[in-house]
Nanobody, 120 residues
Framework: VQLQASGGGLVQAGDSLRLSCITSLRTGVMAWFRQAPGKEREFVVGITWSGVSSSYADSVKSRFAISRNNAIKTVYLQMNSLKPEDTAVYYC?????????????????WGQGTLVTVSS
């Protein structure tokens, strides 16, 4: 299984950015995690295969939105109203089981990460 994340970059506070993750996985839960310097990797948002269920970290609710296009096996993370504290390497992750969970250890497949830097 391969995951390829892209879309990171340097933006100013208040700007928007959209991350993409292309997966070779035919089904399963997809999620985005992030890791800031000196901090542990944390769950940002996840979505089930059907797209019906999603879960967000409190810190990004109302600002971030996850979506997926199963026809092209791509998951998107739309990030709006970005803050300096959103600065991190963002990773897409996948698990073949259908239950949406938050622990990073539940996800078997990981992309290489894409850096998002938000300047104040």
């Amino acid at each position: 299984v391969q995951l390829q994340a892209s879309g990171g970059g340097l933006v100013q506070a208040g700007d928007s950015l959209r991350l993409s993750c292309i997966t070779s996985l035919r089904t399963g839960v997809m999620a985005w995690f992030r890791q800031a310097p000196g901090k542990e990797r944390e769950f940002v948002v996840g979505i089930t295969w059907s797209g019906v269920s999603s879960s967000y970290a409190d810190s990004v609710k109302s600002r971030f939105a996850i979506s997926r296009n199963n026809a092209i096996k791509t998951v998107y993370l739309q990030m709006n109203s970005l803050k300096p504290e959103d600065t991190a390497v963002y990773y897409c992750a996948a698990r073949s089981l259908g239950v949406l969970t938050k622990p990073a250890t539940d996800y078997k497949y990981w992309g290489q990460g894409t850096l998002v830097t938000v300047s104040s």
